[in-house]
């Protein structure tokens, strides 16, 4: 049995595939964030959230995480519509406070349990990217400390600054630790989403049908069968609920949050369950339960937006080793790689679960940033799958060879090689990561594995 150092914890990402022994500072306030930064030495910290990054990128083997919980004031400006908002408050804890405001985040990912430091260092996105663009497209500016103990206040609109805005957004924590962000709102006039969802027998007619009618569908996101012949879906779309199209009783409290209580995972899902032939059945019965053609079905923003935070740790249901959630992008002209994708897994007998298609729109000007026009697919594999590695990394090279690239913050096993040929602006942001960085003292395993320094 392996014991930890004094003062050390286990930690993980949430696919439970890579693990670390970290020392975990908590700084009570911006001086001694500063201080500590300043003591560090080269390769010895890194900020981490609620560690929802599905791989090693908020880990540290050996040395020290950061933890902003000291920094969470939530201030709301109505007057321009922004938030001021600590680098170690939760979407969760922002939602609760601009909703019943009637304002909402302009971008949420698939979970609300992520720092807001988090969203800009991993630059999230959500089921709107192809109307709204990423996170980061909605910063007004951004407070760090560098790896010189230096406070950066940075603007996307301040030349002199811009540069290092884009390189701290979508940086993965690298270029120092994001204390505060300032962020622009949209305003709501409900808390309800109006959502229509529709069923496909073959995934050539459910992305035509994404790319024809994207415009009218503020949200945007399929879920596919991926162990069907012809990769059948299920596509919801969705727009905020106006109060004048709300239900006589929704419209007493129009902007309520209510309140939803954490489900235990279901006992009988372990990882005997979820092999290909449960997959299978579990696929099907979820494709003939939803809807085949329902329109302007009202949900609450908890349930259309983030399902999975209802289930206590559902990442635990894949077993002992974990899982992978595998995420690439490909542009546009090569979408046919998403069928070879999924061709090439259900040949391997890679029971995949929880495969989700969104389209992307254009990319913004951060230099490590995932989301480019074209389309993403993610999907969920045990890790306990044979010879799992070498099949996506021969995915992985399928995927280069087609512009596409694979998301830094699902990331467990692409190579240092495809990673450099697929982030093509990559050496822009190493060189702005010296300057806020010279001694590199901000790393973590995923920079480590990646061969970034």
């Known amino acids: 049995m392996k014991y930890l150092k004094k003062g050390f914890s286990l930690v993980s990402g949430w696919g439970l595939n890579k693990w670390a022994e970290v020392n975990t500072s908590t700084p009570k306030n911006l001086d001694e964030l500063v201080n500590l930064i300043k003591e560090s030495n080269s390769g010895s910290i890194l900020a981490r959230g609620l560690g929802r990054s599905y791989g090693d990128a908020a880990n540290l083997d050996g040395q020290t995480v950061i933890n902003l919980d000291n920094f969470k004031k939530i201030e709301f400006d109505p007057s321009n519509s922004t938030l001021t908002v600590g680098g170690g408050a939760t979407l969760k804890e922002i939602i609760k406070e601009i909703v019943p405001k009637g304002f909402f985040l302009p971008v949420v990912p698939g979970t609300s349990n992520i720092t807001i430091g988090g969203a800009v260092a991993s630059d999230v996105h959500g089921k709107n990217h192809y109307q709204d663009g990423s996170f980061g497209n909605h910063v007004k500016k951004v407070s760090l400390v560098d790896g010189n103990g230096y406070i950066q206040e940075l603007s996307p609109s301040i030349e002199n600054q811009k540069e290092k805005f884009w390189a701290t957004v979508g940086g993965m924590g ?67 609920l106006k109060f004048e199209n709300l239900k006589i009783n929704e419209q007493e409290n129009p902007l309520v949050i209510k309140s939803t209580k954490e489900r235990s995972k279901p006992k009988f899902l372990t990882k005997i369950f979820l092999n290909k032939f449960t997959v299978k059945v579990f696929n099907t019965l979820w494709f003939y339960k939803s809807p085949r053609n329902e329109i302007g079905k009202h949900e609450s923003i908890s349930t259309f937006f983030h399902p999975l935070d209802k289930i206590k740790d559902w990442n635990k249901i894949y077993g002992s080793k974990g899982f992978i959630q595998y995420q690439f992008f490909v542009p546009s002209d090569s979408k046919e790689k998403i069928k070879f994708v999924l061709d090439y897994l259900k040949q391997n007998d890679v029971p995949c679960f929880l495969t989700v298609l969104k389209k992307f729109g254009k990319r913004n000007s951060s ?31 399928e995927i280069a060879k087609s512009g596409g690239k694979i998301y830094l913050t699902k990331d467990s096993i692409q190579s240092a090689d495809i990673f450099k040929k697929t982030y093509r602006f990559f050496n822009y942001w190493k060189k702005i990561k010296k300057e806020l960085d010279p001694e590199l003292k901000f790393i973590s395993d995923i920079s480590i594995r990646l061969e970034m320094f």
Do not use: Q
């Open 174 to 240: 690298l270029t120092g630790v994001i204390y505060e962000v300032k962020v622009n709102l949209i305003s709501i006039s409900s808390s309800l989403i109006s959502v229509d969802t529709r069923r496909f027998n073959h995934i050539e007619d459910l992305i035509m049908e994404m790319e024809k009618n994207a415009k009218d569908y503020k949200y945007s996101v399929a879920w596919i069968d991926s162990l069907h012949k012809k990769f059948r879906g299920v596509l919801t779309r969705g727009n905020h």
């Open 367 to 397: 230099y490590l940033s995932f989301p480019d026009e074209g389309w993403t697919l993610t999907t969920d594999i045990p890790n306990s799958i044979p010879r799992i590695d070498k099949i996506l990394n021969i995915l992985d090279k």
